[in-house]
């Protein structure tokens, strides 16, 4: 555990909220005469039994954070709630931070809540009510605001501790998906030792972006993998660098980023080699997976900026022309429907709707600028009839082109004719 960090942590997380935050080992053992403990907490403590209680509880709320991979919001036997976050230091569970130790109301509620019966029959009930009612009160919503505040501050001074906790719960998962699968597998009709069928489902996943549904489908041919080739590591870390290869090349395709995803397919081939146990192999599949996955999903907005600005380059430069939506996708590189669709996500328009709007913008200028009338105006901007020009236009603008025009000129006209201010004589 990182002292500097838990001074950091505890100075930034008090500027917004007034309850206490501990550092425990991983045995969860802790002194009540720390300051971070109410003086409820110490009654509560101060028996063995309770003692005991305490530490047991403790311990459970640290296994479920870890195996979910994130906070743990817990009641403890004596009715006050917690928060509980895991150290984690080389992957291993090193300790926990708890926050809290508070009483918890409903957020309609103006009495307060009652003290739980039993839960420390060592202390005489009226000195045990005393320490209840001055023990903090919190509603559920301010609970759950200071436990995301808590976990903010935790990654963000104690950072290596957080990314392992993500790593250790992916691994974990990981392997039980792929552990589930070999179950399954074994006791199934034997089939070939490599599904191609699932392969190419799998780069249809990584091709649209689907985090959940390729690691679904890589921890399934991992499975199929190691089940078919028990015992022999050398041929499971083949099996999985063909995989990756094939990955890597499917990425480029995709994203057309082929520099980022060569490079990322070398270094986890790297690290898929040196690998001791085929568990260490899957579990860099898994990483490599993921920075595939980012790699595509960034190369491909790129891309989709890249073929969005070209088709409206091209748009504003042949506004004049008759424009149709298969000559502006082959200018994008791209099929007609998908720069059809492309309109709709990144523009929230369609293809003819953004045509019109960058001519209409055109005819607002040659209206407000030129003696052109209307009728000229609308073959100018692009349009090839008059009635449809004069639809569009006040849809667009609000009023008829000519209408346009000629308020616009009163106004022109109008302040043309104020005299010039006079101006002021330097004194």
């Given at each position: 555990m990182q002292k500097t960090g838990l001074s950091a942590l505890r100075q930034?997380?008090?500027?917004?909220?007034?309850?206490?935050?501990?550092?425990?080992?991983?045995?969860?053992?802790?002194?009540?005469?720390?300051?971070?403990?109410?003086?409820?907490?110490?009654?509560?403590?101060?028996?063995?039994?309770?003692?005991?209680?305490?530490?047991?509880?403790?311990?459970?709320?640290?296994?479920?954070?870890?195996?979910?991979?994130?906070?743990?919001?817990?009641?403890?036997?004596?009715?006050?709630?917690?928060?509980?976050?895991?150290?984690?230091?080389?992957?291993?569970?090193?300790?926990?931070?708890?926050?809290?130790?508070?009483?918890?109301?409903?957020?309609?509620?103006?009495?307060?809540?009652?003290?739980?019966?039993?839960?420390?029959?060592?202390?005489?009930?009226?000195?045990?009510?005393?320490?209840?009612?001055?023990?903090?009160?919190?509603?559920?919503?301010?609970f759950r605001e200071a436990s995301r505040t808590f976990v903010e501050l935790v990654k963000r001074h104690i950072p290596m501790e957080s990314a392992s906790l993500e790593a250790k719960y992916l691994a974990d998962r990981q392997q039980s998906e792929i552990a589930e699968i070999i179950h399954r597998e074994k006791n199934a009709p034997k089939t070939a030792a490599y599904s191609y069928p699932l392969e190419r489902e799998l780069l249809s996943k990584v091709g649209a972006g689907d985090r959940e549904g390729s690691h679904?489908?890589?921890?399934?041919?991992?499975?199929?993998?190691?089940?078919?080739?028990?015992?022999?590591?050398?041929?499971?870390?083949?099996?999985?660098?063909?995989?990756?290869?094939?990955?890597?090349?499917?990425?480029?395709?995709?994203?057309?980023?082929?520099?980022?995803i060569f490079g990322i397919n070398q270094a986890h081939s790297a690290l898929v080699v040196a690998s001791a146990t085929p568990t260490e192999v899957c579990l860099h599949a898994g990483r490599a997976l993921d920075h595939f996955l980012n790699s595509v999903v960034r190369g491909r907005s790129e891309k989709k900026?890249?073929?969005?600005?070209?088709?409206?380059?091209?748009?504003?430069?042949?506004?004049?022309?008759?424009?149709?939506?298969?000559?502006?996708?082959?200018?994008?590189?791209?099929?007609?429907?998908?720069?059809?669709?492309?309109?709709?996500?990144?523009?929230?328009?369609?293809?003819?709707?953004?045509?019109?709007?960058?001519?209409?913008?055109?005819?607002?200028?040659?209206?407000?600028?030129?003696?052109?009338?209307a009728t000229e105006v609308a073959y100018q901007a692009g349009f090839s009839d008059q009635s449809y020009f004069t639809k569009v236009f006040k849809k667009v603008v609000g009023l008829p082109p000519k209408r346009f025009q000629l308020e616009n000129r009163r106004l022109k006209d109008y302040y043309t004719s104020l005299p010039a201010p006079k101006s002021r004589k330097a004194g």
């Open positions: 930034d997380f008090s500027k917004n909220h007034p309850y206490a935050i501990e550092a425990a080992a991983g045995d969860c053992f802790f002194n009540a005469s720390q300051s971070c403990f109410s003086p409820y907490c110490r009654l509560v403590s101060s028996h063995p039994q309770g003692y005991e209680k305490c530490v047991a509880h403790r311990r459970l709320a640290l296994k479920t954070a870890v195996e979910t991979g994130q906070k743990n919001i817990v009641l403890c036997h004596a009715g006050l709630i917690t928060c509980v976050y895991p150290a984690m230091q080389g992957g291993q569970v090193k300790g926990a931070y708890f926050m809290g130790k508070v009483r918890i109301r409903s957020e309609f509620e103006t009495g307060t809540d009652p003290m739980p019966a039993g839960s420390a029959p060592w202390v005489k009930r009226a000195v045990l009510e005393r320490a209840w009612a001055h023990t903090p009160v919190v509603t559920p919503s301010e679904r489908l890589l921890n399934q041919i991992l499975g199929n993998i190691l089940l078919a080739h028990a015992g022999n590591d050398a041929l499971i870390k083949a099996r999985v660098l063909e995989l990756l290869i094939v990955l890597s090349r499917s990425g480029v395709e995709d994203a057309g980023n082929a520099q980022e900026h890249d073929a969005l600005r070209k088709a409206l380059t091209y748009i504003a430069a042949h506004y004049e022309e008759k424009i149709t939506l298969a000559t502006v996708a082959r200018e994008a590189g791209l099929s007609p429907s998908r720069l059809a669709h492309l309109f709709r996500e990144r523009m929230d328009t369609s293809f003819g709707d953004q045509v019109s709007r960058v001519r209409i913008e055109r005819a607002r200028e040659l209206l407000l600028s030129s003696a052109f009338t």
